[in-house]
């Protein structure tokens, strides 16, 4: 039976690398799983989703140039992790006030202002090193 592209299928893990999970269909044929199509949430290692021979659904994603399957886990199913890793959850952002903050004239004159402060120390500085060097 050929798996066709946006097709759900089970499967097994056969090995785990770095980069993804290499997942063998039914029919024979072998396929990876990514490392970004795991989860929704960052996955550090694959490790913590998969152990070799487990049992895992995948969409088919695509056939790639090569001729090999592109699948996907998260597409198919959620995945949470295996030893119950807490991932950390988003920093949460800070409310936008657009009545407090500055214009962009006042935010470019504020920078003009402390760039040219910078470029006088650097001036300074490069001007003291050079009047050294004369004296020797």
């Known amino acids: 039976m ?6 759900i299928v089970d499967g097994s893990v056969t090995k785990l690398t770095e980069y993804g999970v290499f997942v063998r269909l039914p029919d024979g044929q072998t396929g990876l799983v990514h490392i970004s199509e795991i989860a929704d949430t960052y996955v550090r290692d694959v490790a913590d989703y998969f152990e070799e021979g487990d049992s895992v659904k995948v969409k088919v994603l695509g056939i790639n140039a090569r001729g090999r399957l592109e699948l996907s886990a998260k597409q198919a199913e959620p995945r949470v992790p295996l030893s119950g890793v807490v991932e950390q959850p988003a920093r949460p ?4 006030r657009r009545d ?3 214009s962009f004239e006042e935010r470019l004159s504020k920078f003009l202002k402390s760039s040219e402060q910078r470029l006088a120390v650097l001036r300074r500085n490069r001007d003291a090193k050079r009047r050294k060097r004369g004296r020797r």
């Not at 952002?93 to 936008?96: C, K, L, Q, Y």
């Open 2 to 7: 050929a798996v066709e592209v946006g097709q």
């Open 93 to 96: 952002r800070r409310p936008h």
């Open 100 to 102: 407090s903050d500055p």
